[in-house]
T-cell receptor, first 114, second 114 residues
Framework: DAGVTQSPTHLIKTRGQHVTLRCSPI?????VSWYQQVLGQGPQFIFQ???????GRGNFPDRFSARQFPNYSSELNVNALLLGDSALYLC?????????????FGQGTRLTVV | AQTVTQSQPEMSVQEAETVTLSCTYD???????LFWYKQPPSRQMILVIR??????QNATENRFSVNFQKAAKSFSLKISDSQLGDTAMYFC???????????FGGGTRVLVKP
């Protein structure tokens, strides 16, 4: 069975540009969450989607947006990139939402803003 | 808001020995879940062990066990018979029962020496 897949694995962008990161959840999983992990720190929650609706948002500026598609895949968009947006972006999927549901993580997208 | 604190930035242990990682958390929730995740250099977060707050019994998964002290809001991880493959970053995480937004600590780097 395929796990959570994220694309691309690495990318380099210039300040002010826009980026789109993609995530395909495990088959049958209806919830996708996004996390930002700055080097040397723990992941920070950005968004959670369940059944194509936003169910949670972390403390990130409006430059960050996301959506979930009918096939439950998801995109994370970041506009007007700043150097501080350089990080590993992790996607996690789960069957449903709820603390007793295990979240499975992808290998992340390493974004470097120069 | 919930917070998770890991006070040990780095721990080293000899192969086959035991190491204990500390984690404290703060929450006003009564029903929640606690986790330990492992993040090897491959970057993918892997669930090591999970504890439901309403369960008195400490969780155990093979060589991994926890010491959950609810009143003290403490959740430590013990790795027994350490193996070279245990070398990784370890993150303590919290989620309320109603959702699966994860709040992570800052991580502890574990180095297993041969």
């Amino acid at each position: 069975d395929a796990g959570v897949t994220q694309s691309p694995t690495h990318l380099i962008k210039t300040r002010g540009q826009h980026v789109t990161l993609r995530c395909s959840p495990i088959s049958g999983h209806k919830s996708v969450s996004w996390y930002q992990q700055v080097l040397g720190q723990g992941p920070q929650f950005i968004f959670q989607y369940y059944e194509k609706e936003e169910r949670g948002r972390g403390n990130f500026p409006d430059r960050f947006s996301a959506r979930q598609f009918p096939n439950y895949s998801s995109e994370l968009n970041v506009n007007a990139l700043l150097l501080g947006d350089s990080a590993l972006y992790l996607c996690a999927s789960s069957l449903v939402i709820g603390g007793n549901t295990e979240a499975f993580f992808g290998q992340g997208t390493r974004l470097t803003v120069v | 808001a919930q917070t998770v604190t890991q006070s040990q930035p780095e721990m080293s242990v000899q192969e086959a020995e035991t190491v204990t990682l500390s984690c404290t958390y703060d929450t006003s929730e009564n029903n929640y879940y606690l986790f330990w995740y492992k993040q090897p250099p491959s970057r993918q977060m892997i669930l090591v062990i999970r504890q439901e707050a309403y369960k008195q019994q400490n969780a155990t998964e093979n060589r991994f066990s926890v010491n959950f002290q609810k009143a003290a809001k403490s959740f430590s991880l013990k790795i027994s018979d350490s193996q070279l493959g245990d070398t990784a970053m370890y993150f303590c995480a919290f989620t309320a029962a109603a959702g699966n937004k994860l709040t992570f600590g800052g991580g502890t780097r574990v180095l297993v020496k041969p």
